[in-house]
């Protein structure tokens, strides 16, 4: 599966974004869907993760209550709904993909996903 993240840019504090995650060549609902973040020297860290049928979430502490990942297998995109921007959340956001269907809590971990995108910069202003 190819996986192409885009929406990124720039805003202020506080306020929204959604970025989105465009895959081709492999139908989405045959992977585990997540966000991660990476920003400029710093490792790569998980933000929020899906499960196939969306059913199922996991969010990184920092931004559950502002942030919301969901998905829509039939049009191939997975979401990142961001609200209540802040300036740490200034950071690369990378969609990846895992085949299977079995979603739990280790879908925090980089390691595990097979298919990334390329990023889009995420940029807030305080």
């Known amino acids: 599966v190819q996986l192409q993240a885009s929406g990124g840019g720039l805003v202020q504090a506080g306020g929204s974004l959604r970025v989105s995650c465009a895959a081709s060549?492999?139908?989405?609902?045959?992977?585990?869907m997540a966000w991660f973040r990476q920003a400029p020297g710093k490792e790569r860290e998980f933000v929020a993760a899906i499960s196939w049928s969306g059913s199922s979430t996991l969010y990184e502490d920092s931004v559950k209550g502002r942030f919301a990942i969901s998905r829509d297998n039939a049009k191939n995109i997975l979401y990142l709904q961001m609200n209540g921007l802040k300036p740490e959340d200034t950071a690369v956001y990378y969609c990846a993909a895992r085949a299977g269907s079995y979603f739990d809590s280790r879908a925090r971990a980089v390691f595990r996903y097979d298919y990334w995108g390329q990023g889009t910069l995420v940029t807030v202003s305080s």
């Open positions: 060549g492999r139908t989405l609902s045959d992977y585990n």
